[in-house]
């Protein structure tokens, strides 16, 4: 394939790959380098043996790097201090990119990908989330047909458990964060209980240099009460809605900087998950 046709193909394709590579790892910035990596790869590739299916080919390229950088990733995330969070990817507002926003890998999914082995969570992505045929699967994985099968269906089973049991739609869900922004920026703790799942788990991840809860707060009333004193201690703060991996969340801004990112998960018109992020070098700009 001639230099120009194989560039156009691969950078058509390029922004599945980004996903592909951010559901695995989590993160933006090492996705991004990931599929960039690929691009050299596949020039290479293609010099010695002309690639004539570009997608399936990067994929499985992509796939396999994303492995060993996750698999590298976990051996720091270990002496992480507090908790880690994924990367968020955070959007304006624009109702006019709904069906766009269909194809974002969701904040509470990444999330609960993180309880996955590598295998398991690539095995899932590649399969479960990609369409991804099991033989394919099994190459990028570096594992049998048969064996793929049987950590897609392990992940399948802690995905089921981790993440919302209905599919709440994009105004319900943006109702209840424009009531919980409402209630937690004028220190209503009841007003902000009300909206919480009786099973309510709050993260934050300040990376060991931004302060942030060491342990998961639980339950509406903590939950709560730990929202109303995050505001107050920012009150030049200005909460800003915006779409956190695709759905209502919010940003914390001061002088034009972001400080916070919150990604908010709703089930069933409750809030079941708050997922704050602190740590500077996941804020983005």
């Known amino acids: 394939m001639d230099a120009e046709a194989l560039a156009a ?15 695995i790892l989590g993160s933006r910035a090492e ?6 990596d690929t691009w050299l790869r596949l020039v290479a590739a293609d010099d010695r043996d ?10 499985v ?3 396999r790097a994303a492995i060993d950088v996750l698999r590298s990733a976990r ?12 990367e968020p990817d955070v959007q304006e507002p624009d109702p006019a990119d709904r069906v766009t926003l269909a194809d974002t890998v969701r904040y509470a999914l990444l999330v609960v990908l993180e309880q996955l082995s590598p295998a398991e969570r690539t095995a899932w992505v590649l399969h479960d989330l990609f369409g991804m045929p099991f033989d394919d699967v099994a190459r990028a994985v570096g594992r049998s047909p048969a064996a793929v099968r049987q950590l897609a269906s392990r992940a ?26 409402a209630a937690a920026g004028g220190g209503d703790v009841a007003g902000l209980v009300s909206l919480l799942d009786p099973d309510v788990v709050l993260t934050s991840d ?8 060491r342990r998961p707060v639980r339950g509406p009333d903590h939950v709560a009460r730990f929202m109303v004193g995050i505001v107050r201690k920012v009150p030049d703060a200005a909460l800003v809605p915006a779409l956190v991996n ?13 400080l916070v990112v919150v990604s908010v998960t709703v089930d069933d018109g409750l809030v079941t998950r708050v997922d704050i992020v602190l740590a500077p070098d996941k804020l983005g700009t």
Not at 50 to 59: A, I, Q
Not at 75 to 86: C, D, I, K, M, N
Not at 246 to 258: K, T
């Open 61 to 63: 390229a992509v796939s």
């Open 9 to 23: 193909q691969f950078e058509e394709h390029r922004p599945r790959l980004v996903r592909v590579a951010y559901a």
């Open 246 to 258: 695709g759905r209502p969340g919010l940003v914390g801004v001061v002088d034009g900087r972001r």
């Open 156 to 181: 399948r089973r802690h995905v089921a458990d981790g993440t919302p049991r209905v599919e709440v739609d994009q105004d319900t869900h943006e109702r209840v964060v424009t009531a919980f922004v």
């Open 206 to 213: 300040g990376g060991g240099v931004v302060s942030a809860a």
């Open 50 to 59: 002309p690639v004539r299916d570009v997608l399936g080919w990067s994929t």
């Open 75 to 86: 051996v720091r995330r270990e002496a992480y201090v507090g908790p880690w969070l994924p």
């Open 31 to 36: 996705a991004e380098d990931v599929v960039a």
